[in-house]
């Protein structure tokens, strides 16, 4: 006998394919122009602080802790065979992380006054949103993402500021 999905499944199924779908709609708002035009606002060295994390997580023991300070670049992520993997290069690559190389750290837009920088391996991540509340201060989230965190559990975050700083120095 043929068992058919509970009613309920199928609509929170479709619910969250609407909600996935618009905000990839939201996040794609911009033209070329547009994106062309923000992007500067964006690029330079900025000094990481990072807030207590939820559920009384151990950052020391996350593998990919983003640094103090890291830059932002327009030139695009690249593996280290050459091979464009879209988004805008950040730097510094983790020394902690195993296989650092293989899944570069970049940026990207999140719409017109805000961004997403990660540092991971393809599999788990930290991701920061950060927002343009003022010129030299990006105020945001840093949130942990996994392949193997359940759906139900909520992902472990913390509140950032990231203040512009000098790019002396910084890889």
């Known amino acids: 006998m043929v068992t058919l999905p509970k009613f309920t499944s199928v609509l929170s199924s479709l619910a969250s394919l609407g909600i996935v779908c618009a905000l990839l709609l939201q996040a794609s708002d911009l033209t070329p122009a547009e994106r062309a035009s923000r992007l500067p606002r964006w690029v330079g060295c900025y000094r990481l602080w990072i807030g207590s ?8 023991r996350l593998p990919f802790i983003p640094p103090p300070v890291f830059r932002l670049d327009t030139t695009v992520r690249r593996s280290p065979l050459g091979i464009a993997l879209g988004y805008m290069s950040a730097s510094p690559a983790l020394p902690s992380a195993q296989r650092r ?11 017109r006054d805000s961004i997403s920088v990660f540092w991971g391996d393809g599999f788990s991540a930290v991701e920061l949103r950060l927002g343009a509340t003022g010129r030299p201060v ?13 759906e139900s559990r909520q992902l472990p975050h913390a509140v950032v500021r990231a203040v512009r ?7």
């Open 138 to 150: 990006k105020t945001g989230v840093a949130q942990v993402t996994s392949d193997v965190i359940g």
């Open 165 to 171: 700083v000098g790019c002396d120095g910084i890889p």
């Open 53 to 60: 994390w939820s559920d009384d997580l151990d950052s020391s």
């Open 101 to 111: 190389y293989a899944h570069p750290p970049g940026w990207d837009l999140l719409g």
